[in-house]
């Protein structure tokens, strides 16, 4: 039997780094992307096939996937400094909205290039424009912001669009709030909405086994937030965590 072929882009990241073996053990063929070449050995150790590829260099990233032909793409793809350093996120807000639109158009390109047309893309659950609590998947983003917020949520916008609305791609968008745990800025929970990265990297596997299409808040049930859609339509709750003895 042909194992499903997934391209994990971004799979040394905070969420990427857990996903990764989640897929292994999920019986998936993960090829990994990294933009540095001494972590390869670290995915290798993972059973992760490792993709030296930045997202910035349209040309590698699309020979790199129709190599591949991936049946699904993930995009964990992002662009912060360690622990969320407050002296570089200025310049860092940039480069990640950059990931976010131009990367992700890169990818999107690469992909149906490559003859694949599903993509899981990771998003935020903090972009939405002021409205009624709890905030759900069909409210507005906050585009029209100022300053470091507006540069933030509409590299948003522009990766949600490409996920949701290019033809030939099936997409779906997964709504992180303020990550913690292993691998993160904070071992214990903070802002809002807040969600462990373990069962972050569960709701992109669950995208992909479930199928789900479409936009689903990702983050822990508070009154900011409503989480019902990802419980209803992936099976997905808060306390998900790795190892993860349903995939025994």
């Given at each position: 039997?042909?194992?499903?072929?997934?391209?994990?882009?971004?799979?040394?990241?905070?969420?990427?780094?857990?996903?990764?073996?989640?897929?292994?053990?999920?019986?998936?063929?993960?090829?990994?992307?990294t933009r540095r070449a001494e972590?390869?050995?670290?995915?290798?150790?993972?059973?992760?096939?490792?993709?030296?590829?930045?997202?910035?260099?349209?040309?590698?990233?699309?020979?790199?996937?129709?190599?591949?032909?991936?049946?699904?793409?993930?995009?964990?793809?992002?662009?912060?400094?360690?622990?969320?350093?407050?002296?570089r996120m200025a310049e860092a807000?940039?480069?990640?909205?950059?990931?976010?639109?131009?990367?992700?158009?890169?990818?999107?390109?690469?992909?149906?290039?490559?003859?694949?047309?599903?993509?899981?893309?990771?998003?935020?659950?903090?972009?939405?424009?002021?409205?009624?609590?709890?905030?759900?998947?069909?409210?507005?983003?906050?585009?029209?912001?100022?300053?470091?917020?507006?540069?933030?949520?509409?590299?948003?916008?522009?990766?949600?669009?490409?996920?949701?609305?290019?033809?030939?791609?099936?997409?779906?968008?997964?709504?992180?709030?303020?990550?913690?745990?292993?691998?993160?800025?904070?071992?214990?929970?903070?802002?809002?909405?807040?969600?462990?990265?373990?069962?972050?990297?569960?709701?992109?596997?669950?995208?992909?086994?479930?199928?789900?299409?479409?936009?689903?808040?990702?983050?822990?049930?508070?009154?900011?937030?409503?989480?019902?859609?990802?419980?209803?339509?992936?099976?997905?709750?808060?306390?998900?965590?790795?190892?993860?003895?349903?995939?025994?």
């Open positions: 039997m042909t194992q499903t072929k997934i391209f994990l882009a971004g799979a040394t990241g905070a969420i990427g780094s857990v996903l990764a073996p989640l897929l292994v053990d999920a019986g998936y063929a993960v090829y990994g992307s972590r390869a050995s670290a995915l290798e150790a993972q059973d992760v096939a490792p993709v030296v590829v930045d997202v910035f260099d349209a040309a590698a990233l699309a020979s790199a996937l129709k190599r591949i032909a991936p049946d699904v793409v993930i995009h964990q793809l992002t662009d912060l400094p360690r622990d969320l350093d407050p002296a807000v940039v480069r990640n909205a950059r990931v976010r639109s131009e990367g992700t158009r890169n990818l999107v390109a690469g992909s149906l290039a490559a003859g694949c047309g599903r993509l899981i893309a990771q998003s935020i659950a903090w972009a939405y424009a002021p409205g009624p609590k709890p905030l759900k998947e069909e409210q507005p983003l906050d585009v029209t912001a100022d300053d470091a917020r507006g540069i933030t949520v509409r590299g948003v916008a522009a990766l949600e669009a490409l996920a949701l609305d290019t033809p030939g791609l099936t997409g779906t968008v997964l709504r992180y709030g303020q990550l913690y745990g292993p691998g993160t800025s904070t071992p214990t929970p903070r802002g809002a909405t807040p969600v462990h990265v373990e069962a972050a990297a569960w709701a992109a596997l669950l995208a992909v086994q479930r199928d789900g299409h479409g936009i689903y808040n990702i983050a822990e049930e508070s009154p900011e937030l409503s989480t019902e859609k990802a419980g209803r339509e992936l099976g997905w709750h808060a306390a998900l965590r790795w190892p993860a003895e349903v995939l025994k």
